[in-house]
């Protein structure tokens, strides 16, 4: 059974930076494409970074230049670094599989203040 556990949100203030982590069982995330996703209130679910099992790398319009996805293969995590981060980066952020799986972890709460 796949499970994804997303850490290291908060409050920040704009400009700041956070990383996250998301700690995967069940799969080895260097096999695996994955992804960060978020979902801001009242908007639908986002990719917003993708890291495939090659180790290629690819962001979204809005976040790239500041969002960095990476991996960890000994400790099977994926982390998310959010460099100059914006008030409408507020959202919850999940990791997942690409393409998702239909089972989402709890995620993780990042709000930036202006």
């Known amino acids: 059974q796949v499970q994804l556990v997303e850490s290291g949100g908060g409050l920040v203030q704009s400009g700041g930076s956070l990383r996250l982590s998301c700690a995967a069982s069940?799969?080895?995330?260097?096999?695996?494409?994955m992804g960060w996703y978020r979902q801001a209130p009242g908007k639908q679910r986002e990719l917003v970074a993708a890291?495939?099992?090659?180790?290629?790398?690819n962001s979204a319009d809005s976040v790239k230049g500041r969002f960095t996805i990476s991996r960890d293969n000994a400790k099977n995590t994926v982390y998310l670094q959010m460099n100059s981060l914006k008030p409408e980066d507020t959202a919850v952020y999940y990791c997942?599989?690409?393409?998702?799986?239909?089972?989402w972890g709890q995620g993780t709460q990042v709000t930036v203040s202006s």
């Open positions: 997942n599989k690409i393409p998702a799986q239909s089972l």
């Open positions: 069940g799969i080895i995330v260097r096999m695996t494409s």
């Open positions: 890291l495939t099992s090659g180790g290629n790398t």
